[in-house]
């Protein structure tokens, strides 16, 4: 598993989801497999989501640090 993590780019909450998912697999009857693939497809949607809105803040923050930063430099240089 550690592969998962060293050479895609998910993350860590993402592999230990799948690793839950594929430990339950084959160890109970057939609608309840289908449950816990549901239930695993939500949680990774949920991170996704999370994931997504995190790249969006601090992709704002670093635009605006690196406006501050470029202005600074250019006063600097005047």
Request: hydrophobic share 40%; aromatic share 4%; charged share 35%.
């Amino acid at each position: 598993m550690q592969i998962l993590f060293k050479e895609t780019y998910l993350q860590e909450k993402e592999v230990d989801e799948l690793k839950k998912l594929l430990l339950t697999l084959g160890r109970s009857d057939i609608d309840s497999q289908a449950r816990m693939i549901d239930l695993s497809i939500e949680n990774l949607k949920k991170i996704t989501t999370e994931t997504k809105e995190d790249v969006e803040k601090k992709g704002m923050v670093y635009r605006k640090l690196s406006t501050v930063i470029g202005i600074a430099i250019g006063i600097i240089l005047i």
